[in-house]
């Protein structure tokens, strides 16, 4: 389904003009891994929580105990602790608040973990140790370190892990996210999105509810939203072009009517059509593919 993940995209930019294809290649399988834009939701290099972390409380001596034993339960368990800690010596997360708490310091772990591709299994075992209805939770708090520690820690785990993406629907983090499709954060919002999508991905109900919330309006606005310098605007925009392919498209390729006519309704042409003049050939090309499908509607 779709045109190339951003990655791939990314593997060709050492390529001289004439070594890269200039007709639109061919459509990849959409459930392949897109970490796109996912490295402006990682915390670095760093693989793990020894960098300024200063606790004494008795939540904090938990955390360095499952830290050190690697226990993905003991950090769930963890997720409840509003124990404070101190200020970090230097920021974590490109966009998202340091942890204030052991409870968000430990949902920056689970996220961290979430976030290496070269344990795959880890994002279920996350799942199963019971994170998810705590991570909602962090959604529901209103503390904004918690708020976004969840929703980069989301943003790991249901990508390429429709379980995940399953759970974090059921568990009511769509009625959650798309509020915050609107937000002032462009990583938040960028993360958010793809979020949502992969809640809808192979879920026509998610996709029914997405459209119910008055979703669409906000997945639209994703393709010409405001710039933040300190992202590859082409990444992002192409992510957002993809989101929106993936939401018209059935785990088949094919056009979802109803859906792309709620496309159309909310203006997605016309974000479309301003993205046929972008400097990058790729974001061109997959926006000019979701306009041809969006043609008879």
């Not at 955390?63 to 509003?82: C, I, R, T, Y």
């Not at 959604?139 to 390429?160: H, M, N």
């Not at 949502?196 to 192979?202: A, G, K, P, V």
Request: a negative charge.
């Amino acid at each position: 389904m779709g045109a190339k993940c951003c990655t791939d995209r990314k593997k060709e930019e050492g390529k001289s003009q004439s070594d890269r294809k200039v007709s639109a290649p061919d459509k990849p399988d959409r459930k392949s891994i897109r970490q796109s834009v996912h490295a402006n939701n990682a915390y670095g290099s760093k693989r793990g929580i020894s960098i300024g972390y200063n606790g004494q409380g008795e939540d904090a001596t938990k955390f360095d105990k499952a830290f050190e034993e690697n226990n993905l339960k003991g950090f769930v368990d963890l997720l409840d602790s509003q124990e404070e800690i101190k200020q970090f010596e230097e920021k974590m997360h490109p966009w998202a608040e340091d942890p204030k708490t052991v409870g968000a310091l430990a949902g920056t772990q689970l996220a961290i973990l979430a976030s290496d591709p070269e344990n795959p299994t880890v994002k279920g075992e996350i799942r199963e140790a019971g994170a998810i209805p705590k991570l909602v939770g962090f959604l529901q708090s209103g503390k904004s370190d918690r708020v976004q520690t969840a929703i980069v820690a989301f943003s790991f785990l249901t990508a390429d892990c429709p379980e995940n993406a399953l759970a974090a629907f059921e568990a009511g983090v769509m009625d959650k996210y798309v509020g915050m499709l609107e937000s002032p954060t462009p990583g938040l919002r960028t993360a958010v999105a793809t979020s949502l999508r992969d809640m809808m991905l192979d879920n026509m109900e998610a996709r029914l509810k997405f459209v119910s919330l008055g979703g669409t309006k906000g997945l639209i606005h994703q393709l010409n939203a405001p710039h933040d310098p300190a992202q590859n605007k082409a990444d992002v925009q192409l992510e957002a072009v993809l989101n929106v392919q993936d939401f018209i498209e059935d785990e088949g390729g094919n056009i979802i009517p109803d859906i792309a006519k709620e496309v159309v309704k909310c203006g997605g042409k016309d974000e479309l059509r301003k993205l046929l003049s972008s400097e990058d050939q790729e974001v061109r090309e997959s926006a000019e593919e979701v306009l041809q499908a969006l043609e008879d509607f």
